[in-house]
Nanobody, 123 residues
Framework: QVQLVESGGGLVQAGGSLRLSCAAS????????MGWFRQAPGKEREFVAT????????SYADAVKGRFTISRDNAKSTVYLQMNVLKPEDTAVYYC????????????????WGQGTQVTVSS
């Protein structure tokens, strides 16, 4: 099993940047593909980005492509989400998630979840 803890959320003005971190503990981090998802009030949880076990094959939702970058440091057991040019519609609770081996854009495919970190973008 793996435990996930997100950090780095906060309040930022539109056009600003934030970097989220997700620290993992437990079983070897390198066997997990990682994903970031978000959930706004009254909306379903949606895919943001995912990255493979060794850092390759990142994939992004169309809504964040070109603005967000997912990366990972397996030596630190941490995955990051760099968010630039933030928009009010990016406001949500952001969750990191882990699943063994393969990336996925579907939240139901992930076995392990963090507690979430709030990101609020003011206009």
């Amino acid at each position: 099993q793996v435990q996930l803890v997100e950090s780095g959320g906060g309040l930022v003005q539109a056009g600003g940047s934030l970097r989220l971190s997700c620290a993992a503990s437990g079983r070897s981090f390198g066997v997990y593909a990682m994903g970031w998802f978000r959930q706004a009030p009254g909306k379903e949880r949606e895919f943001v980005a995912t990255i493979g076990c060794s850092g390759g094959i990142p994939s992004y939702a169309d809504a964040v492509k070109g603005r967000f970058t997912i990366s990972r440091d397996n030596a630190k057991s941490t995955v990051y989400l760099q968010m630039n040019v933030l928009k009010p519609e990016d406001t949500a609770v952001y969750y990191c998630a882990a699943r063994e081996r393969y990336i996925s854009e579907y939240y139901s495919k992930y076995n392990y979840w963090g507690q979430g970190t709030q990101v609020t973008v003011s206009s």
